[in-house]
């Protein structure tokens, strides 16, 4: 070994933390992005190294096959709900809207719904995840809008996170394509439940 090979063996590596995280966002973003457009199905490990320019043998040191890859990418994912609290019937629609906006620009409205209804085993723990982050999550909301004063006390939070939850992923499935004409419409039926009544 000549002495500019041992100077090379004792540096580090450098950027090989972030081109690795790189090259993960790039698998994500591929299997999202085809499972969106196509199923499930459709995500193989052929088509995230077509989309994603990732080469095969690296995808292969990373995951054992298409399972392995697909776990470890919705492991990998959170579905926040927005925090806001809406003082009015027009602010409970711009909440709405806006939670349409999150799912959607987070995952994929049709993605949830198709991972929700997949009768693939290895999706189950996620399954789980979805149900329990965006109904709990919008459950918690609630409640902390019940202490803000923005919504009554006494209503079950977790029964309107379900309607309101079930109706964005309805409207998405069903491809109705007025966001803010079904926003308006369910924020007409809840707000009157939901608000605090003022003598």
């Not at 987070?106 to 209804?117: E, F, H, N, P, T």
């Not at 109904?135 to 939070?157: D, I």
């Not at 309607?163 to 809840?190: I, P, Q, W």
Request: charged share 30%; hydrophobic share 40%; aromatic share 8%.
């Amino acid at each position: 070994m000549t002495n500019s090979d041992s100077h090379a063996a004792e540096r580090p590596r450098v950027g090989r933390p972030k081109r690795r995280a790189a090259t993960e966002e790039k698998i994500y973003r591929s299997v999202l992005k085809i499972a969106r457009e196509k199923g499930f199905g459709a995500v193989t490990i052929d088509a995230v190294v077509a989309d994603s320019g990732v080469a095969k043998t690296t995808i292969y040191r990373r995951y054992d096959d298409r399972v392995d890859m697909l776990i470890d990418v919705l492991r990998h994912l959170t579905l926040d709900v927005p925090a806001e609290y809406p003082t009015d019937q027009k602010g409970f629609e711009r909440y709405i809207v806006n939670l349409h906006d999150h799912l959607e620009n987070k995952i994929g409205l049709r993605l949830i719904g198709a991972l929700v209804s997949s009768s693939e085993e290895f999706l189950e723990e996620w399954r789980e995840r979805v149900v329990d982050e965006l109904v709990s999550g919008f459950s918690r909301y609630f409640s902390k809008g019940v202490k803000a004063g923005s919504f009554a006390e006494g209503v079950n939070g977790g029964v309107i996170a379900t309607m309101v939850v079930g109706s964005v992923l309805t409207r998405a499935v069903f491809d109705l394509k007025n966001r803010e004409r079904h926003a308006k419409a369910v924020a007409a039926m809840l707000w009157p439940i939901i608000s605090v009544k003022t003598q």
